[in-house]
């Protein structure tokens, strides 16, 4: 997916999971560049934002039947998630990954980015954002 660097695409990290309400049904995370610049996604759901903590803490055990499947198609044709694009798309959020393996390569468009996201990070795979989505980080201001 290095190609998309030069795309409009940054390099981003997941760097916080939660849920944007305090019932835990809508998921929360931010990711930041190199740069550290930041975005924050939401309005999914916090089954995924819980798979996604479960993810980054290296637990591959308790994973939902859709990334079972993903992951057997994958393997069976010797393939691996190489990378994943998330983008606007009017007013939600669309990823691509690309799969690639064995001189195969497999591109799905158009999916829900959080369901991307948690694939990439089910993978390690890098992810990579839309740079005009990210903003210079925020400090908040303090009174002395």
Do not use: C
């Not at 997916?1 to 809508?26: C, I, K, L, P, Y």
């Not at 055990?61 to 198609?73: A, G, K």
């Not at 998330?86 to 829900?112: C, N, S, T």
């Amino acid at each position: 997916m290095r190609q998309h660097q030069d795309s409009g695409f940054v390099n981003v990290e997941v760097t916080q999971v939660g849920f944007a309400d305090d019932t835990g049904a809508e998921g929360l995370i931010w990711m930041k560049s190199q740069d550290m610049r930041m975005f924050a996604m939401r309005a999914f759901s916090g089954e995924v934002a819980l798979q996604m903590k479960r993810f980054i803490g290296g637990d591959r055990s308790s994973v939902p039947s859709v990334y079972n499947i993903v992951e057997e198609l994958a393997e069976r044709d010797g393939l691996h998630l190489a990378g994943v694009l998330v983008y606007p798309a009017g007013e939600a959020l669309r990823a691509d990954m690309q799969f690639i393996g064995k001189g195969k390569d497999l591109l799905l468009r158009g999916y829900r980015a959080s369901d991307s996201v948690a694939m990439a990070l089910f993978y390690d795979a890098p992810i990579m954002l839309q740079s005009t989505l990210l903003q210079a980080e925020r400090t908040e201001d303090h009174e002395p």
